[in-house]
């Protein structure tokens, strides 16, 4: 999450400028959307939770882009904003839908039973509440903490609890900790309660004590053993001392394009926008193949993450959080810092979120934007005459970073000179920690990474809505099978038994689109364009997408989380295009019983072939936290990528330049360190 | 494999530096030793196949190196070269022993019954050959061409030939191309029949026609549309122009130090090595923590890689590459070039290896060692006061690239800061391909990349060979596997059915060790010392190993190829220790049928508990070729890692220290563009 020192109110000058439909709202036309609601209902008193745009319908914005050529051409499209409120104290919610063209309220409604995204006002709220309660006083008391400036809670989204269940009341539980000393790692020292709160009454309702399991103690001391990673506690004096610079540099530039927040390079085209919810977004993809500019893909985005627990024991079973829809990637992510965050020559977008007075808050360098050398692109040798061709790799990286309270995901989207694209989530940050007794252990749930730190095992998962556009908006997924042929070595057909091959089977409805990941089978997908053959394959083009990281839901079908979080069943759901349906778990995730999520929407079986179709593809990692994840977790990586599969006539990198040390500098280390020795050093 | 250009026999006089035991053997060497050979046995008539290094006894190398302490420390050890030879015209294999120290002929004895590896002598012998064998010509004559400097072979290995079964004639196969204008790529233009070659005879034997199925045609003719990625045929004007230089440097330095061929790098300490065969091998790896220096594994390498193919139809069934022990990644390792296999501050070493004469040939820069930035190794940002703590990931990169005929592999082994290690193939260079006639379709066994060409499907399997030393010789595996609790929701277990547990099995004996990927219970492996246990999680420190690229062999069990690679059939195999085991389908892998891999290893049960073990890894992918996979092929990945898994105290990253724009010279890109308003565009 950004910090508190970022939020600067910008300035509230109106401006002239000319907006792109998905530019984000500015820092002005948030508060101008805040003072159309709060005069529209002047009555009410209403807290902001989100004002975000409202993306335009797409068949507007096919217009808008001349994606869609049936139609006359649209040059402007109505600028509207998304607004969800709270009423204090009942935390009824509202939506209203805000013209920015003529300033009209053009909705504005009750939404019953339902409760939005948690916001950052909100989470220091609650850890303000906690600290003051007496109740929690007198826990911390009873555990020998006297000074509760000592005392910190994360505050966490209360997932569906047995006696809170609903969504009448607005509620968060707070998972507690405790630091010896200032930024002193909270996760060394956590407490054996959770208070649990209702954000109506902004009281804390209950106390949940975790006991020890088959323990002689009946409440476990406070563990006091630092365990931190700050460079003030690990001490400079002990920071390694031979590593040298890296240097990365562009002096004649980068190679990409930026215009607002349109991205031209290596052929590529997109449009980027980031929002509260989903972070970073990308639009309309499309790629330049010889004179004929080619869609991909119309928008792109994390749709949802949860990341279930495995202790099956109260409050634990609670823990699995909507990364996506309880926090938001928007109202999570960092300011980027360069040269550390972001190496070599990085362009940078700010972005702009509300807070709940309806004020603009600024997060500079939201999003990083640069490009990478990574490796070699494709080489082939002819080993008759040693002649070599080789080329390098260049990516374009998109990316930011999230907070979400322990945890910080690096997440990052690449484009590639030969066609692909890749998506990457870098898990880092703090593991999720809960304290056991000294006799204690961790059972089959958990791994012990410091004395009385159970680090509990969990699982992450991260659901892409992936709109595709592989050229035409009527697309089809397929499905490839990798087998044996069906005959004993001996046979005919399969005489020295090598025999194999791949079957390819088009899904034709929502019944069908749920898929699961088939390691015996290799099997992968296609985004199929039926309308378009490929000359050479003789198949219709298409685009495929891979993910090494599946990985089961353990939970149970019918558990709490696997109601919730129905969309990390599959590794992939596909679904006819539905403007409503952008956030896998719901809009209205927070406090959700999955009535609202992908794996509802497909309980009427509906056609998903050559339609206008949406993918909701999940990939994840099962995390058994190691020693070495404490007391700050190295990154942990998985992500899927996406390749032209029969699309384009050849490879299309092979008009990569190659380079050389001419051009990129590139040196003998021994020369530097003037070794003659070591470029005839033998083997 | 390195070009003819390259190999420039080295300088004969004596050299009087002292080894390290597990330097190869130079040039001057490789000459002493065929010179003793061929005193020692003056009347047979020997070409030599491969010259050297015997590596020293494992029992010896332990005390030299320290690790064994049982023993008083060994400081030399006897220098030892191992020779095959093969006698003219019989191709009987001989294999000799002889001692660099004293300059004696050991052993010299006749194996029977195998054929050695393939070199590149034979390569080039047998292409020659087969352009003037009049039967050759009389088929391309046929086929319209007259002049036979257009006709290419790549010399493949003959696999297991219904006719020529057996290993009493040394055989290859010819995969048979044209070449429309010099360097043109000869895979676009495919003939259709394979002529069968007795290297004793040094003669055509046979010539197999591949017919067309399901056709008009008796013979396809000959595709002459060209498809290549040389630069003079893409075009340097038509070049992308828009990809500006990057530029990686390190002006004060690297940071690893070299010695001979052994590393030291960031608390990483290993020796390196090349051989004829495995190409590069990892020796002796440690890691310094703390005051101790910890052992970690004693050799990792690439042991065996079988590509076999799926179309089960002749001579298709016999494409089923060994590029270890058919070719040798050493023989076929590429001379590697600066600013282009290699960006940044360089360091090569280089190979030397022998010809048929017993001569030594040298590869200048056949190993690249670098270091690599890898993007963040960790950050946590506290959201409260936005204190963030971000740490960049430096990584150590030793790679060579290797080319086997069409195929060319970018093999790079990777070490990181926060004790991990990877292990990365790049899949690149040219599809083998089949011509098909004017009428006729791969079937469901390979792809149409052009008009004729067909780029059969295949998978590629790499078994890693990894003889552990996790903090002392004697370790064992265990088996991790993910379930969910056995009980239902509600159950009291699993009151809200989110509960899922890991279970470890520890793998006792050879028929437990023999191990297959299951993507269900999410299931790794870990090396384990059971003689040491962590103070914090109460279990044996341990390192884990994960692919994400585990694929299953689909070929049938008792299959030609099922028979010959055996090791691929399972994702992992252990064995305990034996210094003859080393290749994972055999030390005569060539025209081998199966009687000395690891699966025939395994046959008899022995203990792997505790004990000095080895593991045969094997990851891979399926490879279902696409359009954009021609005319050359851009890089496919595939590897796996291994992680410490409680067997640090913590991270063993937090003391790496963060890096800034004043030390890394990263540089806003809208500045230098002078574009202001970049730095405060809104979203
Ligand atoms: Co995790
Ligand atoms: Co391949």
């Known amino acids: ?228 990673f700050l460079p003030e506690f690990v001490g400079e004096e002990n920071f390694r001392k031979d590593i040298k610079p890296i240097i990365v540099q562009q002096p004649e530039g980068v190679s990409f394009k930026v215009k607002g927040t349109e991205i031209d390079w290596q052929k590529w085209n997109m449009k980027i926008s980031m929002n509260y919810r989903e972070g970073l977004v990308i639009h309309n993809v499309s790629y330049q193949d010889g004179a004929e500019k080619r869609p991909l893909f119309y928008r792109i985005s994390l749709s949802e993450m949860v990341v279930p627990y495995a202790d099956p024991f109260t409050p634990h079973n609670r823990k699995h959080a909507f990364d996506v829809g309880e926090y938001g990637l928007g109202l999570c992510t960092n300011t980027l810092t360069l040269g550390c965050d972001c190496l070599g020559s990085i362009y940078y977008f700010d972005a702009t979120f509300n807070d709940h007075n309806g004020k603009p808050f600024h997060v500079p360098n939201a999003i990083c934007l640069h490009e990478e050398d990574a490796g070699i692109l494709f080489k082939h040798t002819d080993y008759r005459n040693g002649r070599a061709h080789a080329v390098r790799s260049r990516r374009l990286v998109i990316s930011q970073i999230v907070t979400v309270a322990n945890y910080d995901y690096g997440l990052y989207y690449y484009f590639y000179q030969d066609g692909s694209f890749q998506y990457e989530v870098k898990a880092t940050g703090e593991l999720n920690t809960h304290v056991l007794a000294e006799d204690e252990t961790p059972g089959p749930y958990g791994v012990m990474v410091a004395p009385q730190i159970n680090a509990q095992y969990h699982q992450h998962f991260f659901t892409m809505r992936i709109d595709p556009m ?110 409503n349906q952008i956030f896998a778990g719901g809009f209205y995730c927070n406090q959700s019983d999955g009535d609202d999520n992908v794996e509802h929407w497909v309980k009427d079986v509906q056609s998903i072939q050559n339609k206008d179709i949406v993918l909701w593809y999940t990939f994840g990692v099962t995390h058994l936290p190691r020693v070495e994840d404490f007391p700050v977790m190295p990154v942990e990586m998985c992500g899927f990528s996406m390749k032209p599969c029969n699309f384009f006539m050849a490879n299309p990198g092979i008009d990569v330049p190659p380079t050389n040390k001419g051009i990129n500098h590139s040196k003998l280390a021994s020369k530097e360190k003037e070794n003659k020795a070591a470029c005839c050093t033998k083997l």
């Open 1 to 228: 999450m950004s910090s508190l020192k970022e939020i600067n109110p910008i300035s509230t000058n109106t401006e002239n400028s000319r907006f792109h439909p998905l530019d984000q709202l500015t820092g002005d036309e948030i508060m101008t959307v805040a003072e159309i609601v709060r005069k529209g209902v002047p009555n009410l008193n209403i807290v902001f939770n989100t004002i975000t745009l409202k993306e335009p319908k797409k068949e507007l914005m096919m217009s808008y882009l001349g994606w869609d050529t049936t139609k006359p051409r649209i040059t402007k499209i109505e600028r509207e904003a998304l607004v969800v409120a709270l009423e204090k104290p009942s935390m009824k919610c509202y939506e209203a839908l805000v013209s920015l063209d003529n300033g009209q309220l053009k909705r504005f409604e009750h939404i019953p039973d339902v409760q939005p995204i948690l916001t950052m006002d909100e989470m220091f709220e609650v850890e303000e509440l906690v600290a003051k309660d007496p109740r929690v006083q007198a826990e911390c008391r009873e555990l020998g903490i006297e000074d509760m400036s000592c005392v910190f809670s994360d505050p966490w989204a209360i997932a569906r609890h047995v006696t809170y269940k609903g969504r009448s009341k607005r509620m968060m539980q707070a998972l507690m900790y405790m630091r010896t000393c200032e930024d002193d790692n909270q996760y060394a020292h956590p407490l054996d309660f959770v208070p649990i709160i209702d954000l109506g009454l902004m009281k804390v309702v209950d106390i949940e004590r975790i006991k020890p399991r088959d323990s002689k103690f009946t409440r476990p001391t406070i563990p006091l053993e630092k365990h931190n």
């Open 470 to 579: 592989v050229d035409g908006a009527n697309n089809s997924i397929c499905k490839v099978d990798t087998q044996r042929v069906p005959h004993a070595t001996g046979h005919p057909n399969n005489m020295y038994g090598n025999g194999f091959y791949s079957e390819s089977t088009i899904l034709k409805d929502t019944a069908e689109g749920q898929q699961t990941a088939n390691y015996e089978t290799a099997r992968f997908w296609k985004i199929i364009n039926e309308n378009r053959i490929h000359p050479y394959s003789k198949g219709p083009v298409g685009w495929k997408i891979v993910s090494n990281h599946h990985t089961p839901l353990f939970a149970q079908d019918d558990s709490v989380v696997g109601q919730r979080a129905g969309f990390a069943k599959k590794a992939l759901w596909v679904t006819p295009y539905n403007e």
